[in-house]
Structure formats: C-alpha cells, structure tokens
C-alpha cells in the first residue's frame, strides 16, 4: 500500500511498493516441497491469513519458496564480523564467498532423518511465522551436531547459534496496520492456531542443502551469478 507507513521489512528484503528487493547471499535451508506432508498445511495457513489480511498489510512468500533454515549463510548486505565467515575478509566479493562455501560444505556430514514438530504461529516481529520444534531428545540432537558442523567447516556462527527458533516463514509485514486491521489478524491467528494445537502437524525434514538467492522468492541449489 505505497502511502502508507512501512515497516523495517522496507528497504532491506523488500520495496515500498511489496515487489521484492535485490538482497542477494546464501544459506542453508531444507527445502519443502509439495510432497512433504507439512506443504499442504503451510499452504493453508497461508491462504487463510491471506483472505483476512486482503493484501493490506502483508507480503506473501510463493509457496515455491517455502522452506526451513537449517542454520544461516550469509547476505552481501550483511558484512559485519559476527555475521560473517571467521574464515574470510569482510570485503571478498559474494561470488568467492560462495565458492568457498561450496567447497566446505561438500565436507559437512549428512543430517541423519529428524522430524519436526509445530509449536505455535509467530506474528510478534512484523513476519508470519509457522515455528516448529524438534520432536524429541534424538531429533533435538541431529539438529545441533549438523548446525555445529556446519559453523565449523564455514566459519559463520551467528549470536543467536545456541537459541535459533526454527520456522517457516509465511509473510512478511510492509505496511502497518489500523486497530480493525490488527484485530482482523488477531483473530485469523487464534482460529488457525486452535486448529493447529489440536493436530500439532509434524513432518522428516528434507535433507538440508547449500542455496544462493537473489532475494526472498527464488532459493537456487547451485550457484548462480552475483551482479555486485
């Protein structure tokens, strides 16, 4: 709604305008596809925020795009040392980054089946998020030697490495949003979550991958040229 105030989504991953935003990195994420049996549910969810928020306030992910991330890469917007490879300069061209972590990744060990549980919708920092938990003790483990694995072969340990809330994003927030507005998707959140709480959905995590991207839609598993 260009006009209207925005949000810190703005001007980092998307425009004023809601078309997508150049922000080119890459990370490593479990894709999923539609035959993973959480899809379906993601979809929905999906389409019911979308009939309350009535493209008012939200940008919708495509569904092509869905997907977990395992543990963060990093973004050519984001040269700051702790959101950085240890491994490489600040300055390196994101083309070399990639090739090194191509190379590195290839020497990170495969994550073992783990299965993720829902947890709860997550609205409260200007994005729609589907947060999920590991299933059990096992699951929970699988998780933190992979994502350890993979901070020692590339360099990048984040400051939220030990408390990192896995989730799938759904939407994010461009525009603010009027009382009635808030309370509409107030109450689209409740009736979803009730649902969601009673079933609480799971779902094997598809086998995690290396991906570079341009921005927020498309997620290539293989390298793809930088324009910087």
């Not at 590195?104 to 947060?131: A, G, Q, W």
């Not at 933190?144 to 360099?155: A, C, E, T, W």
């Not at 949003?177 to 689209?188: D, L, V």
């Not at 409740?190 to 995690?208: A, M, T, V, W, Y």
Request: proline share 4%.
């Amino acid at each position: 709604m260009k006009g209207m105030q925005t949000t810190s989504n703005v001007g980092r991953k998307f425009n004023e305008d809601g078309s997508v935003r150049f922000f080119p990195g890459n990370t490593i994420i479990s894709k999923v596809l539609e035959d993973n049996e959480i899809y379906s549910v993601i979809a929905g969810i999906s389409k019911e925020f979308q009939a309350a928020d009535q493209g008012r306030s939200y940008q919708f992910l495509p569904l092509a795009s869905l997907h977990m991330t395992i543990i963060q890469g990093v973004c050519h917007e984001d040269r700051k040392k702790q959101l950085w490879s240890r491994y490489l300069p600040l300055d390196l061209e994101l083309e070399k980054v990639d090739e090194f972590f191509e190379e590195k990744f290839k020497e990170v060990k495969s994550l073992p089946e783990t299965r993720m549980i829902y947890d709860y919708i997550d609205m409260s920092n200007k994005n729609i998020l589907v947060r999920f938990v590991p299933e059990n003790q096992q699951a929970a483990e699988n998780l933190k030697k992979y994502r350890d694995d993979v901070s020692d072969k590339l360099g990048v340990r984040f400051p939220d490495h030990d408390s990192y809330g896995f989730h799938i994003s759904v939407a994010y927030q461009l525009w603010e949003m009027t009382e009635a507005e808030k309370e509409k998707m107030q109450k689209a959140c409740e009736r979803i979550s009730r649902s969601l709480e009673k079933n609480r959905p799971s779902f094997s995590l598809r086998q995690p991958e290396m991906t570079y991207f341009y921005n927020m839609y498309t997620f290539y598993s293989y390298r793809i040229p930088r324009e910087e």
